[in-house]
C-alpha cells in the first residue's frame, strides 16, 4: 500500500500524511499501544536491574565466609575441563582458516607473506583467544547452569535454602562466577595457543 501511495500520489504533502497515517494503522493493526511499549519496557528494565543487582550482591559476597572451596573446583571441572575439547577444535579450525586467508590476501595485495604471523598473532592473541573462548563458555556452560538453577527454582530448593538460612546467591552463584572467571582466562590461553599451533602446522604444509 505505501508502495502505491508513493506511485499513485503526486503531492509531496498528502503523500506523507497517508504514508504516516498507514503507519499508523499498521501498528494498530500489530496491537502495539503506549501501555503495551511502556509494559515491555519496564519489564526490560526490571531485569536489567536484577542482573546488575545480582552481580553486585555476588562480588560483594565473594570476601565473606563460608568460601566453599570444593564447590568452586567442582564447578572449575564443569567449565574449564570439559570445555578444552570443543575450545581445541574450535580454535584449531580457526587458526587455520585465520592463516590461510592471511596467506591468500597478503599474496596478492602486498605479494609478501612474510606479515602472516605477526597478523595471525595480533588476530589470535588479541582477539579470537578472548572473544570466541567467552562467547563458547557462555554458550555451553551458562546454558547448563541457567537450565540447572532454573529446576532447582521449579523444584523450590532455592526457597528450602532460604528456610534453612542459606544465602542462594552464595551457595549457587558466587562459586559458579568465580569458576566460569578463573576458566576464562586459563581456557583463553589454551584456545589461542592451540589456535597459534593449528596455524602453524597449515604454515609449514602449505607456504
Known sequence: MTDWVKARVKNAYLRA?????LDILYIAHLGLTFESIGRNLLRFLEMVGGIVWLHIQSLVLLFFPPYRIREMIKQMVIAGWQSIPLITIVLGFLGLIT???LDFQL?????NTNYVPGFAGILIFREFG???VACMLASRVGAGWAAEIGNMKITEQ??????????????????????SVMMLISLSV???SFCFFAGWVVSRADF
Do not use: F
Open 17 to 21: 500524511i497517508l504514508i504516516a497515517l
Open 99 to 101: 592463516v590461510l586467508e
Open 107 to 111: 599474496s596478492r595485495v602486498v605479494g
Open 130 to 132: 578472548a572473544t570466541v
Open 158 to 179: 532455592i526457597d528450602a535454602m532460604e528456610l534453612a538460612s542459606v544465602n542462594p546467591v552464595h551457595y549457587l552463584v558466587v562459586p559458579r562466577m568465580v569458576a
Open 190 to 192: 589454551i584456545g589461542a
